[in-house]
């Protein structure tokens, strides 16, 4: 068993790492920033900063009773998000909520959705093909 001062200190000591590790990690995210360079609009940077894929890409999260679908496009190369809520509303899911965001020349959509009747679920390898297929 550990006295109060014993454990204040302990505390102390912990949250000192957390602030080391928070500058640590900022840092990085600096460095990260600075050396991505502006590239063609229709390339994406990975965790590592190296150019992967072209847009758009579509990412599909099952999270047990709901989903959550990622959607990255160019400004160029966009698409209606009715017809995504449509695709996965065909699926078996319905819509919670749905945003996006505009990032440089990039547009971010995110979609979380849940089953409409929770027995039968979301067909997620389907509406995942089909969102893939409206992309392309």
Known sequence: MLS???QLDLACCYIKQLRERIDKLNR???QAMKSIKPNSSNNILDETNNIC???PVVELRDLG???E???ISGVQRNFMLYEVISILEEEGAQVVSASFSTIGDK???TVRAQAKISRLGVETSIACQRLHDLVD
Do not use: C, T
């Open 65 to 67: 009773s709901s989903i």
């Open 107 to 109: 547009i971010f959509h």
């Open 69 to 71: 679908v990622v959607l």
């Open 53 to 55: 894929s072209n847009l």
């Open 4 to 6: 109060q001062e014993d």
């Open 28 to 30: 990085m995210k600096g």
